[in-house]
C-alpha cells in the first residue's frame, strides 16, 4: 500500500481514536447514548459491518500482551477484549440493514469456496500512525494472495447491498462510548478503493500510546510468527473502527 494513502485513511481513523481520548478527559462532551440493535431493521436503515478473519491463538496471544503493555503506559486506551475484538478488517462498509441477511448468505458462499484456516500469514512489524502526541498501533500482516482474492470476493458479494455512507446511527453507541467521530464515517465510506486490492494492509490494530512509547517500542526488535484465521466474522462497528458487536460468524 502506498505510504500517503495509507497515512491518509489510517490518520483519519486516528482522528477518531483521538475523538476517543478527548471524550474520556473530557465526560462533558459526551451525550447520551445507547446500544443500537441490529434487526430486520426499519425501511432505510443503514447498518456499518466489517466482515473480518478472527485470528488464531497464536495472533490473539500476542496482540492482547502488547495491547497490556500499551495500557500500562497509556491507560486510557481501549483495552482488546469482548467488545474490542483482535481481527484482521477484510472489508468495511455500510450496508442496508433490512439486508443484512443476504450479506451473511453471500459471505458464506464465499466462504464455501475458501480455505481461510490452512493460510499461513506472517506478522512482522509493529507500526504506528502518529498523531499529535499519541498513536494508534497495531501488528502489520504480509498480505497475501489469499487474503488479496478474498476481499475481492467480498467486494464483489455485498456491493448490491451497500450504500455509499452512514451516519452515527448505523454504528453501535453506548453511554460509557457515545461517540462516533466523523473520521471513522469517513474511514467506512472509502474503505472501497482506499484499503483494497493492492492497496489492502491486513494488520490486527492493538492499541493506542505516546508517539515517545511507541517509537521505543519500533526500536526493539520485532519476533515475527506465523499465525492462520480461525473463523470469519461480521461485526457491527463501534467507534474508531472497533469490532463491537457480533452479528454473525462462520466456524470453518
Known sequence: MHTHN????????LGSAAGAVVLYESPALAQPGRAQPVGAGEAGSVTAID??????ATMIQHAVAANERLRKSFPKG??????????????????KT????????AV??????????????????????????IGLAGI????????????????????????KTGAASAFVTTKADPEINKPTIDY??????????????????IGIASQD?????????????????????????GNFGTARKLLKSWEL
Open 6 to 13: 495509507r497515512r491518509a485513511v489510517l490518520t483519519a481513523l
Open 51 to 56: 466482515t473480518l478473519l478472527d485470528p488464531d
Open 78 to 95: 481501549f483495552a482488546l477484549g469482548k467488545e474490542h475484538q483482535p481481527h484482521i478488517s477484510c472489508l468495511q462498509r455500510y450496508v
Open 98 to 105: 433490512q439486508d443484512l441477511n443476504k450479506v451473511y448468505d
Open 108 to 133: 458464506g458462499k464465499v466462504l464455501a469456496g475458501e480455505k481461510p484456516t490452512t493460510w499461513k500469514l506472517k506478522a512482522y512489524k509493529y507500526y504506528y500512525i502518529p498523531w499529535k502526541n
Open 140 to 163: 502489520v500482516i504480509e498480505p497475501t494472495d489469499d487474503l488479496i482474492r478474498y476481499q475481492q470476493k467480498l467486494v464483489d458479494v455485498i456491493t448490491p447491498f451497500t450504500v
Open 188 to 205: 467506512v465510506a472509502n474503505f472501497v478503493p482506499n484499503e483494497t486490492g493492492k492497496k489492502f494492509n491486513p494488520h490486527v490494530t
Open 213 to 237: 512509547y511507541l517509537k521505543k517500542m519500533l526500536d526493539e526488535k520485532f519476533e515475527a510468527f506465523t499465525f492462520s484465521p480461525a473463523k470469519a466474522s461480521v461485526y457491527h462497528l
